[in-house]
């Protein structure tokens, strides 16, 4: 029965601001609520379409950016030994004359002896022009450790990346294996591409030791033992490879598989990509009416090899970097018998898993 004094229509705000929330790097739209100038309340901004009013837990928290406690007011200096704890509150005068007095020492004696480090914050371009002017070349932030580079490998695999998520193809995906995903990450515009392929009825695996976040819409949980991911992934390469469900074609355009890697023990150049007088990357290429010759691994005109030996310009000897990758995952150590007990996930799981892959990738062919 609705309450007779229950007014849920009474404004919390007397000024409504809209921005993006930080709190993590989906960079949501929000609301900010404002009341006598105070943060009151934080909600998703219906109208913005990175999240279309969604917001998570933590991007309502970010009112306590402003209004924590533990929030830092002032400058801090350490007073006692490193790790006791022992602060004093200082002025910000006090602060940037001991910033300058440090860093100008620094700066005089030799610039790069400042490593300077910033955390995920909006202003990493300043910082880092802050630093080039210092003159050091030691500095670096958070998403050099954290995100970019997995948006790097995303970019350089299926051709983009929103931030560290990559950027599965929402509308088409059949099948999607969320692996090891953060559960801090709980990222608002995933949650709508989430949405859109269960609509769809897309397969959902998620591979992780607990089944929180996002694992809990997926339809099969491989509560895999932590630790032991690599081994998983080895002993799906190994049956993909045995199996012969390998997309080569796609392989030699978007990786190094056709690469040539020296083979010569005890040469410092050994394990190295074999390269021509310019310093290009070599490939076995086979040519009709000549065999197979060396060529620039990234030319357009060439069928290249990615299996079997071949003799350098010097004599010695190299294989396409795919046969190396090959002879280490064929190995029995990472056959499902060999890894089954180490990752907790039992051998005929192991198998359907690597089968509904490649099913998915070389069988719903997707135009
Ligand atoms: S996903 Fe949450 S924390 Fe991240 S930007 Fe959006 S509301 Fe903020």
């Known amino acids: 029965m609705p309450h007779a004094a229950l007014d849920l229509n009474t404004p919390t705000a007397d000024e409504v601001k809209t921005t993006t929330c930080y709190m993590c ?19 998703g901004n219906p109208k913005h379409p990175v999240n279309r009013g969604v917001i998570c837990a933590k991007g309502s928290a970010g009112i306590k950016q402003h209004y924590s406690p533990a929030r830092l007011s002032k400058p801090l200096l ?9 602060f004093r509150e200082i002025e910000w005068d006090e602060a940037l004359a001991l910033a300058a007095q440090w860093l100008g020492d620094i700066r005089r004696r030799n610039p790069d002896e400042l490593a300077f480090f910033t955390g995920r914050d909006q202003s990493q371009a300043l910082t880092a022009w802050w630093a080039q002017q210092f003159g050091t070349i030691n500095y670096a932030a958070h998403g050099g450790f954290c995100s970019v580079n997995m948006a790097a490998a995303g ?15 929402w509308e088409l995906t059949k099948y999607l294996m969320l692996w090891g995903v953060a559960e801090d990450h709980d990222s608002n515009p995933i949650k709508l591409g989430l949405g859109k392929l269960k609509a769809r009825g897309a397969k959902i695996v998620a591979i992780n030791p607990v089944r929180t976040g996002y694992g809990a819409i997926a339809d099969e949980w491989v509560p895999i033992n ?26 030699v355009r978007y ?10 023990a005890g040469a410092a150049d050994d394990g190295l990509i074999a390269r021509d007088a310019e310093g290009h990357a070599l ?32 004599g010695r000897k190299a294989v396409p970097s795919f046969q190396l990758l090959a002879e280490r995952f064929l190995a029995d150590e990472y056959a499902p018998e060999s890894v089954s007990a180490r990752c907790g996930v039992d051998v005929a799981t192991i198998r359907r898993l690597a089968r509904e892959l490649a099913e998915t990738a070389f069988d719903q062919a997707i135009s």
């Open 25 to 43: 790097a989906c960079r949501c739209g929000i609301r900010v609520h404002l009341k006598d100038g105070r943060v009151r309340y934080i909600d």
């Open 78 to 86: 350490r007073t006692g030994e490193r790790g006791a704890g022992e």
């Open 155 to 169: 970019m350089y695999t299926f051709g983009g990346s929103f931030w560290e998520f990559g950027e599965p193809d």
């Open 226 to 251: 932590p630790g032991s991911d690599g081994l998983l992934a080895g002993a799906f390469i190994h049956e993909l490879l045995r199996s012969d469900r390998i997309d080569l074609d796609y392989l």
């Open 255 to 264: 990786t190094n598989a056709h690469h040539l890697v020296i083979r010569d």
């Open 283 to 314: 490939c076995a290429s086979r040519v009709e009416g000549e065999g197979i010759v060396l060529a620039r691994a990234n030319a357009i005109d060439i069928s290249p090899l990615v299996v079997g030996e071949c003799t350098l310009a010097d």
